[in-house]
């Protein structure tokens, strides 16, 4: 599993620089490169489907941040960092972060899942839905709920969208 | 100091900016895109269709979809994929898709269950063709997702030149 | 000790939310916050020697991954991509506004105007 430890890292190392580099453009980039980081090990981790998911929508994601920043004059981030800020935040991320501890202890094991309610899924799967790919018979049979839930969120979010792209207000026109 | 020359220029070739929205790019990027759209469209279809035996599934196959429709829209400009697929009827295959997949649901709420799955042991195994709901959800949930984002990309698109003229 | 990389990428993707002052850097960390979220939730259903969640002739059942997390995840990723989407249509309208992306400045902007925009309302 050495490979997952080299994924997860490079994410690391590119969330890091996504977020300190100075050039907006690059930085979304390098986004884009996290997420193709994050497909490669779907794809190690035995999900294909996740994969293909997140490779699409990586690539229509990465499509739309960089329409948004191309368009931009000020393309360069000029931000002076407030020393306070940044040490309040340091230190109670370290918190976070030894507080995580006593969450890791708590999770199962890696590589030894906590089975208890996809069992019965998984041995019921084939019989009550005739449906080979055990991951659609979940989204869509037995929790359907969550897609549907999932489906009114992405439609709340063409109609938000519809709504902030409508005609335009006043102000602007008169600046 | 930089900044405005820079914005000027902008400014004034706008135009640049307006034109690639409406004409799109060059010959060799315009014929490709024509070779490969229709086939990256069928496979999307593909995809959402086969949900059910191979990995994949109506999420994927709406975005691949979305995907080929964007790549209209970036290669050719915005007016040439809206002809394909007018904005109008975008927004009613999004509304579509919800509702068919609440149509779905309701079917199956003769089994004292509200979105279950109808004619629940009626398919053969492994099959394309199988009887069932999860080849009609995933196909509801392909309309709904490959419209939803083509319609976020046409909207935001549109939000752009609007910034370049004021 | 790989559940403590997911949650230093989560801590990155806060950190970049509560430092950053730029909408396209908030956007992009808020992106973080979810690959980490998803990384996680997959990696709690991974099985050593797992196979693939897709049922065939030649498969038994004790050797699948978890398909739970799979599920759960594939559907937030729609609903993140269309999160996502929102914002920068949220970053793009104020670029219209305030042609900035910076929110210091677009703060500042907004102090000196509000009297005119208080008329003109």
Request: glycine share 8%.
């Amino acid at each position: 599993m050495i490979e997952l430890y080299i994924l997860l890292i490079l994410m690391i190392i590119g969330a890091v620089l996504a977020l300190e580099i100075k050039d907006l453009l690059s930085a979304v980039i390098i986004t884009g490169a996290v997420g193709l980081c994050l497909s490669a090990a779907f794809l190690l981790l035995k999900a294909p489907d996740l994969a293909m998911t997140q490779l699409i929508a990586e690539i229509v994601l990465v499509i739309i941040l960089v329409r948004a920043t191309i368009s931009s004059d000020s393309r360069v981030e000029q931000s002076k960092r407030n020393h306070g800020t940044f040490v309040c935040v340091l230190i109670s991320l370290s918190l976070f972060l030894g507080a995580s501890g006593y969450v890791i202890a708590k999770l199962p094991i890696f590589g030894k899942p906590l089975m208890r309610i996809s069992r019965t899924y998984l041995s019921e799967a084939l019989f009550q839905t005739t449906v080979s790919n055990a991951v659609a018979a979940i989204t869509l049979d037995y929790r359907i709920f969550d897609t549907f839930v999932a489906l009114v969120a992405l439609f709340t979010g063409v109609i938000a969208i519809m709504a902030l792209s409508g005609p335009k207000s006043n102000n602007s026109n008169k600046k | 100091m930089k900044n405005k020359p820079n914005q000027q220029i902008k400014s004034k070739t706008g135009i640049i900016d307006n034109d690639q929205a409406e004409q799109g790019m060059s010959i060799i990027v315009k014929t490709v895109t024509r070779l490969t759209v229709g086939v990256l469209f069928v496979y999307g279809i593909n995809v959402a269709l086969h949900g059910h035996i191979i990995p994949g599934g109506g999420f994927a196959g709406g975005a691949i979809i979305a995907l080929s429709l964007l790549n209209l829209v970036l290669a050719f400009g915005k007016d040439a994929a809206l002809e394909k697929l007018s904005q109008t009827w975008a927004i009613i295959f999004t509304t579509l898709g919800l509702l068919l997949f609440m149509v779905i649901g309701l079917f199956g709420s003769g089994n004292n269950s509200i979105l279950e799955s109808l004619f629940q042991d009626k398919g053969e195994l492994l099959s394309l063709l199988m009887i069932g709901s999860i080849p009609l959800l995933n196909i509801a949930v392909c309309l709904q997702v490959g419209a939803g984002i083509f319609v976020i990309f046409i909207y935001l698109v549109s939000l752009k030149p609007e910034a370049d003229k004021s | 000790m790989i559940y403590f990389l997911c949650f230093i990428l989560f801590s990155i993707g806060i950190y970049g939310v509560l430092v950053k002052r730029n909408i396209i850097k908030l956007i992009i960390s808020t992106m973080i916050l979810n690959y980490a979220v998803y990384i996680l939730l997959v990696l709690m259903g991974f099985r050593w020697q797992g196979q693939a969640p897709v049922f065939a002739a030649d498969q038994g059942i004790g050797f699948m991954v978890d398909p739970l997390p799979q599920s759960m995840v594939m559907v937030s990723m729609i609903v993140g991509l269309a999160v996502t989407a929102l914002l920068v249509a949220v970053a793009m309208r104020l670029y219209q506004e305030f042609k900035t992306f910076d929110l210091k400045a677009i703060i500042k902007t907004k102090i000196k105007n509000k009297p005119e925009t208080d008329d003109n309302a």
